[in-house]
């Protein structure tokens, strides 16, 4: 059964703590995203990967920090850097980097920091 | 800069009727336009892609492009309760990094009615 799964669901932490999010798929895709989401808001982009080992920064990396080391993960670190990290935060996957290719979205994590 | 217009609405329609969705771009460049399916607390959900000028439909559902004009629109016959939720725009844009990703439209609410 392909997909993306996320891991957890809900998250809370408390300020000044770094915390890691998990993205993990099976579609055998080359590109992964991780978006940020607030309340009546679009998706916005935090980094994407085309490749193994090679990542880059998207609208808003600021704060935050993510590894590539295995195609299948995308892992994604909220640093206390990161000024207001309480959002839904979605992970997604194409089959490759072209403006051709569809993303598909795992079920999101909610992150809370208080 | 890039940018995806949606109205908020929300857009309320009663069953049986055809909802319609609107979505405007900046890219001239833009080849590629998604529509995705978002319900509340959930992921997006991707409904339609469309490439071309012209319609595209997909049982109930019917994408319409046009480049010309820079709007891409989808349509909902038959509108269901079940239909109700945030309906996201996507669209394939050049950013300032010369690069092309996904911009997001912040999503139209739509309200079916029994």
């Known amino acids: 059964d392909g997909g993306i799964t996320q891991s957890p669901k809900y998250l809370f932490r408390k300020e000044g703590q770094n915390v890691t999010l998990s993205c993990e798929q099976n579609?055998?895709?080359?590109?992964m995203y991780w978006y940020r989401q607030d309340p009546g808001q679009g998706l916005r982009l935090i980094y994407y990967?085309?490749?193994?080992?090679?990542?880059q920064k998207g609208d808003i990396a600021e704060g935050y920090s993510v590894s590539r080391e295995k195609k299948e993960s995308f892992p994604l670190t909220v640093t206390s850097a990161q000024k207001n990290p309480t959002a839904f935060y979605l992970c997604?996957?194409?089959?490759?980097?072209?403006?051709?290719?569809?993303?598909?979205f795992g079920p999101g994590t909610r992150l809370t920091v208080t | 800069q890039k940018e995806v217009e949606q109205n908020s609405g929300p857009l309320s329609v009663p069953e049986g009727a055809i909802a319609s969705l609107n979505c405007t771009y900046s890219d001239r460049g833009s080849q590629s336009f998604f529509w995705y399916r978002q319900y509340s607390g959930k992921s997006p959900e991707l409904i339609m892609s469309?490439?071309?000028?012209g319609d595209k439909e997909d049982g109930r559902f019917t994408a319409q492009l046009n480049k010309a004009s820079q709007y891409v629109s989808l349509l909902i016959r038959d509108s269901q309760p079940s239909d109700s939720a945030t309906y996201l725009c996507a669209v394939n844009e050049r950013w300032d990094t010369g690069r092309r990703a996904l911009t997001f439209g912040s999503g139209t609410r739509l309200q079916v009615q029994p």
């Open positions: 990967s085309q490749i193994v080992n090679d990542f």
């Open positions: 997604a996957s194409s089959r490759g980097p072209g403006q051709s290719h569809e993303q598909y």
């Open positions: 579609l055998n895709h080359d590109a």
């Open positions: 469309i490439y071309s000028n």
